[in-house]
């Protein structure tokens, strides 16, 4: 028998199960540049509006944020606006698509009962990466149709959907890496969210500073193609290249282990365990230690990154009307640093709220992986239960934006000499996220207790957040559109005044959700596979 025998039955299978789910990313990622270019038609009908922009968003703190403009054409703008933002959603499909076929199943028994068929030690494997593989190529294809139908060159188009489409590529592979080494499919996908995220942050530093380091990450690769700016057809090679390497270790790697293992051996606990795991709290805190140290670290960087990147805004001058009315509409009117410190840490506390979702459905992994029987066997009730993880997504994401919040405003202080008068400012900014974050915790809950077989919607929710905000000021949606994602509702600190109101109504929505979603948990069945 073949090592890649029932690699077909595996890849129907799983194009089936994610019919849905892959249609979703297929659709969006595909109509994103279309839609942006078309409404860039709108906003720079002429030479002249194109131009006043060039200097504009040559800015250090505009381009460590999307990256440079390497051409003054409605093509570079949508490349550099879209560009970014595309890029780590197709890294995020690949990922998630690739760990969910390969360690989720290992995690959950499917795949061993999948095994006693007639299956090769491979065909997972394969079929998850011809599964991820196929939805890059719709979204590379569809997007460069959806390019070239707006009347953008067909060079350029080719060269985004290209580039986008290799992104994801690179990132199935490297998830099928980070498949091999850990027993959790959270820690893998964790792995390959780490690489992601680095990317992102190296492309930052290096586009804004030394341009060698944007040449080490993924993202950096696919903007400097260049699509519509002279494209740099052999970048393709790079993207190619490492793919074929990470795949290469991926099924090196599951040669060497055994079915459920990892290469990373989990450390044998001690022979009593310690007090505090006999309650609730203390194994939930063991559970999510790892996860909250992780996403502590990562949050403190980009803070401060994107803390420091804001001080090249002051030596803008003359910025073009269109350009600050977006930056208005995301980040306040009180100044353009102002503006960008609030649109960056709303950016940030919707990266906190991916912690918030995790740490929610963490619940409904633990129903569905068996052993939250165990624990309501004893005296634990339900909502003792539930509650001694809803803490850690209600506490660790005040955490997390508290040391987005200090580093960035430590960094930014220090920049203009002000750190006393910053570090409260920029602090604030990224506090007043918690509340919205906390929505989606509460809607997390509300699909575990009621609708658990939809708990994954809550990240469809916070994709939706990122959609809105990231591209409705370009879109010029109508605000009652807005108003549907809670980081809309979020005071536009530093720059806008302070109200409490907003707040109180996003904490309440959020009590009144994970209420329903606790009194729905009491009811209903459990487990619910």
Known sequence: MSSLTGTRALTRLALRLDRVRLTAW??????????????????????????????????????????????????????????????????????????????????????????ATVIGRHAPLTAALITAGLADLAIAVLAALGLMATGLPVAGSLAFGLATGLMGLLFAAIAAAAAQLTQSARAANGIAAA????????????????????????IGWALHWRSYAGERWWVAALFIGFAVVFAAVGYALQGRRDVGAGLIAERPGPAQAAPGLSSPFGLAWRLHRGLLLGWTIALAVSGAVLGGAANGLNSLESPNQQLADVLARMGGKAGLTDAFLAAIF???????????????????????????????????????WAASHLVFAVAGTALLLAVAGLAGGLVYGAEVHDVGGQLGRVFGAAMVQLPAAWVLAGFGMALIGLLPRLSTLAWAA??????????????????????????????????????????????????????????????????VG
């Open 462 to 527: 916070l994709i939706l957040s990122v959609l809105l905000v990231e591209l409705g000021a370009l879109f010029g949606l109508n605000q009652r559109v807005m108003d549907i994602v809670p980081f809309a509702h979020v005071p536009k600190l530093p720059g806008a005044a302070f109200t409490l109101t907003p707040m109180l109504w996003l904490t309440g929505v959020a009590v009144a959700l994970g209420a329903a979603g606790l009194a729905g948990l009491r009811r209903r069945d459990m487990p």
């Open 346 to 384: 709303g950016i940030v506390g919707m990266v906190a709220a991916a912690y918030t979702i995790q740490a929610t459905l963490r619940l409904r992994q633990e129903e569905s992986s068996g052993r939250v029987e165990a624990i309501l066997a004893t005296r634990v009730g339900r909502l003792r």
């Open 26 to 115: 297929v659709v969006g990622l595909a109509v994103m540049p279309m839609g942006t270019a078309a409404n860039y038609f709108k906003l720079y009908p002429t030479d002249a509006d194109l131009q006043a922009v060039k200097g504009v968003l040559s800015n250090p703190s505009l381009v460590a944020l999307s990256g440079p403009l390497f051409g003054v054409s409605i093509g570079g703008l949508t490349a550099w606006k879209i560009g970014a933002t595309e890029l780590i959603l197709i890294g995020l499909m690949n990922l998630l698509t690739v760990v969910r076929h390969t360690r989720t199943e290992e995690e959950t028994g499917r795949l061993e009962l999948l095994r």
């Open 195 to 218: 690489v992601l995220g680095g990317a992102y942050l190296l492309r930052a530093l290096g586009d804004s500073g030394p341009t060698a380091l944007s040449w080490i990450s993924p």
